[in-house]
């Protein structure tokens, strides 16, 4: 048995001892005296004092076998994320068309009143019949565009792949990206038919802030619209997570507490996530010069959780073993 080359050993400010190992993500706390054990590590000594401490260390990956090599693990690890054929994620854009026009938007270019047409709807379902392993896992991702302008699309779509999944016993998962203009009453019923759970919606701050950077195409102002959906979203707070995403730069990043306290005043906490979204200049699409650099970003993201605690996000340090989706086998 060999200590891990992984483990990171640290003293949290409560004086509470934790290692933690970021091949596998295991982390523990540990008392004074295992913690001087792994800190010395004395192969021998551990395995022979406390057998039960070392069968801890290697099921959890703080130890291995003498011969493995870690390295080999890691890679097999990433091979399977990017091969493996267990899982299968998609992200479909049912239409380039959106009704918005926001000032930092990378699809301008490519926006046009395009919609997926049912040789293409059929040429997606026959892809998941061949690639849809039984028992398995898929998991959609419903994109734009706006789409929820192609609803009768996610509606049709979702019937088939259903029907696909409940033949192959497969778990289904699906989530919607939307700027939340036509997110009404309706139109979340029949999300929730095609079994979608989560959304992410984006509020730009205050509704002048808001409707300065997210007009409709035509230059309409759109907060009061997204605010008075996220609102009658409380109907469906045991059955829907929202995630509030607010894009910031250097001209608005204040807009983010504001968001949080409207979320906490409405009593909204408990199924809205409010979280900064980092506006980029793709392709000259925006002002670089108003755009945060990545350490200034990670510092304001930083103190926003720290200040708005509910609505921290899983920061637990979970290896991954490829970047994207995208780059794996099976995602289309």
């Not at 899983?314 to 995602?331: G, Q």
Request: charged fraction near 25%; aromatic fraction near 10%; glycine fraction near 6%.
């Amino acid at each position: 048995m060999k200590k891990s080359y992984y483990n990171f050993l640290f003293q949290k400010k409560d004086g509470k001892n934790i290692v933690y190992n970021s091949r596998t993500g295991a982390m523990a706390e540990l008392d004074e005296a295992h913690m001087e054990q792994i800190q010395d590590w004395t192969e021998q000594e551990i395995e022979e004092k406390n057998p039960a401490f070392a069968e801890a260390l290697l099921q959890n990956g703080f130890a291995v076998t003498d011969g493995v090599s870690e390295q080999d693990m890691i890679q097999y690890d990433s091979l399977y994320a990017r091969f493996g054929s267990r899982s299968l994620g998609l992200t479909i854009t049912p239409t380039q068309d959106c009704n918005f026009r926001c000032q930092y938007c990378y699809e301008k270019d490519v926006m046009k009143p395009a919609y997926m047409n049912e040789e293409t709807q059929e040429a997606l379902i026959a892809y998941v019949k061949e690639n849809l392993v039984p028992e398995g896992i898929m998991t959609v991702c419903w994109y734009g565009g706006e789409p929820l302008m192609a609803l009768p699309v996610i509606s049709s779509l979702t019937q088939k792949i259903l029907a696909v999944c409940e033949e192959k016993h497969v778990e289904y998962k699906a989530n919607i990206v939307t700027n939340g203009y036509l997110l009404t009453q309706e139109t979340v019923q029949e999300l929730l038919r095609c079994e979608i759970r989560q959304i992410q919606v984006t509020l730009d701050g205050s509704r002048e802030t808001h409707n300065q950077r997210r007009p409709l195409a035509g230059g309409h102002p759109t907060y009061d619209v997204i605010w008075n959906n996220l609102l009658a979203l409380k109907a469906y707070d045991k059955e829907i997570l929202v995630d509030l995403r607010v894009n910031v730069d250097k001209s608005n990043y204040q807009a983010l507490s504001d968001v949080a306290e409207e979320i906490r005043r409405n009593g909204m906490e408990h199924f809205v996530r409010v979280y900064p979204g980092k506006v980029v200049n793709d392709g000259g699409c925006y002002q670089q010069d108003v755009c945060f650099e990545n350490r200034e970003f990670a510092l304001l993201e930083e103190a926003f959780f720290k200040d708005n605690k509910k609505h921290l996000p899983a920061k637990y340090p979970k290896p991954r073993h490829n970047v994207c989706s995208a780059d794996a086998a099976t995602p289309w």
